[in-house]
Each structure stands twice: as C-alpha cells, then as structure tokens.
C-alpha cells in the first residue's frame, strides 16, 4: 500500500513538472507612468492572460513585474515565453534572443520642454542646464540618455544638474517651482500642463516610438508564435478599451522595423567622436590602398571567422562599461604593434555600430596624443554590404 501510495505521489509531481514546463510564461511590465498596482490593472492583464491560452491551446501564466532592472537580467536569460514592456525593454529583448510579434497601438512622443527665461531652443542649447527626468529606467530617460549617447556625451557631464525623479508629476512641479530649467516627459501626459503654461517652449521632439511592443522567446515554435500573433491582434473591444486606460489601447502587428529608434538609442556606440574622422567603406578602401594601416580590434575568435585583407588583428581588451564615461585606465591596449609616429593614419574597426571596441581603441589612441584617427564605425558589415572581399583565419 505504501508503495503504490509514493508511485501515485511521484507520479503526480512528475504530472505537474510537465505541466508546469509546457506553460507560457507571461511578463507583463509597465511604464513609470501607468498604473501598475491597482486592481483593474492585474484583472485585465489575467483576462490577457486567459485570452492568450485559450488562443494557442496552452497555459499562459501571467506574472506581472515593477522592476525594468530586473526585467533586463531575466530576459538576458530568457527567462520569459512573452513579454509586454514599454519598448526601451522591447529593443533589450531583440538583442537577447527575442522576436517582434506586436506593438501598442498607443504611441510614445517625448518631448523635452524649456522655460523660457532658459532660452534653450533645442538640444544643444541645453548644455550646461538644470534637467528634471522621470526615473532612470523609464522610456523617457532612456530616450534621453540613448540620444545624449549619439552625440557623444552623458546626461550626468551634459546637464549642469541632473535629478531623476519617481513621478512623472514631481517632473512638472520641479519646472513650476523653479527648481529645473529643463524636463522630459511624454507628450500626452503633459498635452494639458503645457497647454496652461505660457513660458514654456518645446526645445527637442523625440521620434514617435511604439509605447511598448510584445516580443516572444526565439524557442517557440513557429506555430505557437504565429497564433500568439494573431492572438494580440483579436483582443476583443473590452479589453482593449482597458488596455487604453493604461495607455496601451489595442495591438497590431510588428516587425523588428518599429522598434529600430530604440535599438539603435540602446546598444550602439556614439555617432561622433570628437578629433577623429569616420569614414566609409570605399574610403577605407581607398586609405588602405594608399598604405594606410587597418586594425581590426575585436577578440581574436571574431578575427578568425572573418576579416578585412590585410587588417592586422589587435584586439582591444574592454573592461569599461558601454557608456561615453568609461574610464580606459581599467582596459587594455598594446601599442608595441602600432606606430610610434603620433602623425602616422591609423584606422580602427570592429563589427559595427552596435561594437564599442573600435570606438575605445580610437578615442584611447586620441587620448594618448595621436593625431590622424580613423574610426571605421560601420565596420566590417559595410565592408561586407559593399561588396568588398573578407579572408578567414589567421
């Protein structure tokens, strides 16, 4: 009796693991600006949740999340079936194994607004100036810092001051009370506030990006993800007319296409970078056939695969974060290889915009008193999409 009585136990947790494994795991993350805690919000997100299921014939199990940080680390994981997230999340998950399956029909306008006793008219006359932002991992903030980034700069060195704040209408107040110059915030949320201020000016509109998008794991079978495709699609009038009180409103269709802004504002190098030249592909071509030394700086592996002819390897050893202030005293760089003739040209180039190893190797070099820097940001994807031969090996 005891026997049958423990085969009938492990028989069952053996049930429910299978059970468990074969569920959808649902991450639903929301913005700094929507309500996340209110009773309405988890019941239509678990009405999601039952639509989805019952749509692809399988357990959808919902959890619901506050913390984009943690958000960020689970998805570099996989940890996730599908995820819901504002897009600065969206554009995290493409890179780590994640595809494009729908996007809010609900966009997101941030603007960045001036007093204008400031006079800050755009983006570069707010240098130097008192800023108020939303929180650091709101959509908000990261399209602020993303864009600062391009240029070549950081929100902390560009501002005067810089004070990041919980609530969206602490932002506002901060601008009322005197105590910010400038401040971020998403155009409907602020369209009434605005409309009642008449100094205030909009000093710099962002892109229109998708309020948030939904992503589904890489190891979902391709019929799973095309009936949760569809699944988003149908939700209904009911839950969409509650999606919309959170600023959602229904789903459509996307494509990696609609959330290029973000990826571009949340993993690529700077587009400039001050004292150095970039280049194109047919004029680094055109430099290396005039003698000019190529170096390619990525991880001897990378080199192996695929290389420009006549690229010398030398990789760049990246310890600093992927941020404009980085402190290059904890990387490392031989220069034993490289000319000691400070004039001499010298391109460097890794796998593109997205690869910071190039963008570090130049700025180190410049930082060390060199004068003819080229940096090649495209790098090795436009040499290839501009038709010009690759070696592998050694």
Known sequence: MKICWLA????AVLAFNVQAANDLVLNVTLDYDQERDHVATQTVFNDLAKHLSGAVGQPVKLIMTQNAERVGER???GSYSILLAPSQLIGLALRHGYSPIAKSSQGARVLLLATKASQVRNLEG???KRAALPHRESLVSFLVNGELNAR?????????QINYMTKYAAVLYAMEIGQA???AVKEDAAKDWIAKRSDVVVAHAFP?????GVVVNDKIDTATRDKLRLAFGQLGKDIEARMLRLKLGGFVAAEMTDFDYVLKRGSYSPEVLSGATIPTAEQVKKLMGQGVLLVDVRPQAH????????AINLPYQMNSPKEVDYDD????FDLSRLPKDKSAPIIFQCNGPECWYSYKAARYMLKRGYTKIYWFRTGLPAWKAAGYPLRQGA
């Not at 009938?8 to 028989?11: E, I, M, V, Y």
């Not at 070549?152 to 005067?160: D, N, P, V």
């Not at 229109?208 to 948030?212: D, E, I």
């Open 8 to 11: 009938s136990f492990f028989a």
């Open 75 to 77: 998805v570099r994981t």
């Open 126 to 128: 707010a240098r130097g």
């Open 152 to 160: 070549g700069a950081s929100a902390k060195s560009y501002f005067g």
């Open 181 to 183: 110059d400038l401040v």
């Open 208 to 212: 229109n990006v998708p309020a948030a």
């Open 303 to 310: 080199y192996r695969e695929a290389h420009i002819p006549g």
């Open 329 to 332: 005293a904890v990387d490392a």
